[in-house]
């Protein structure tokens, strides 16, 4: 079983910065990738990063540049440094493992707001 823990969503005004956590634990060897997507009212989820075992990233275009996935790999703690933010960047970011089984795991979500 695995368990993901996000954290670090907030208000944040336009072009500002926020650092999303996202704890791990559990069966953290059956893990081969670790992913932040997000969800705006009314649209569906999105993947936003990718980072998998082998340590490869993937973003979306509409991230590319701005936002950062990373790993704390001593804590467990996955990173989403989102710089430079806009206002469409809001959303309920979700923090997904994916294991070796073919499992998807899913955060809690936290709320990111940016003001125009």
């Known amino acids: 079983q695995v368990q993901l823990v996000e954290s670090g969503g907030g208000l944040v005004q336009a072009g500002g910065s926020l650092r999303l956590s996202c704890a791990v634990s559990?069966?953290?060897?059956?893990?081969?990738?670790v992913d932040w997507y997000r969800q705006a009212p009314g649209k569906q989820r999105e993947l936003v990063a990718s980072?998998?075992?082998?340590?490869?990233?993937f973003y979306a275009d509409s991230v590319k540049g701005r936002f950062t996935i990373s790993r704390d790999a001593a804590k467990n703690i996955m990173y989403l440094q989102m710089n430079s933010l806009k206002p469409e960047d809001t959303a309920v970011y979700y923090c997904?493992?994916?294991?070796?089984?073919?499992?998807?795991?899913w955060g809690q979500g936290t709320q990111v707001t940016v003001s125009s």
């Open positions: 980072f998998t075992s082998m340590s490869s990233t």
């Open positions: 559990g069966s953290i060897f059956s893990i081969i990738a």
């Open positions: 997904n493992a994916e294991t070796e089984r073919g499992d998807f795991v």
